[in-house]
């Protein structure tokens, strides 16, 4: 069983930075593809970033290339989403999930599994 719970949101000026963590209670983490979406107001979830089961490899939207960084600790079972020079644009509620398949999913409907959400403010 996995379950997904984001941390580390929360309100930082424009330029600044954030890294969200997400854990997972389960014990089978290391087999999942892991990724972070995000969702803002009026606007539908849309993908953020994503790694692979042993974090060897990594695909980013182009509106976070450069800025975000996807990382994961399987020993932890946690993955974590460094974000730099952050945007107001960037503000929105932000999802982590899990997903058994074997190449790097963007698609919602490829994720079997998904936190609350964990909400980043990004003030002008």
């Known amino acids: 069983q996995v379950q997904l719970v984001e941390s580390g949101g929360g309100l930082v000026q424009a330029g600044g930075s954030l890294r969200l963590s997400c854990a997972d209670s389960g014990r089978t983490f290391s087999l999942y593809t892991m990724a972070w979406f995000c969702q803002a107001p009026g606007k539908e979830r849309e993908f953020v970033a994503a790694i692979s089961w042993s974090g060897g490899r990594t695909d980013y939207a182009d509106s976070v290339k450069g800025r975000f960084t996807i990382s994961r600790d399987n020993a932890k079972n946690t993955a974590y989403l460094q974000m730099n020079s952050l945007k107001p644009e960037d503000t929105a509620v932000y999802y982590c999930?899990?997903?058994?398949?074997?190449?790097?999913?963007?698609?919602?409907?490829?994720?079997?599994?998904w936190g609350l959400g964990t909400q980043v403010t990004v003030s002008s």
């Open positions: 999930a899990a997903s058994r398949s074997p190449v790097i999913p963007r698609k919602e409907d490829e994720f079997a599994y």
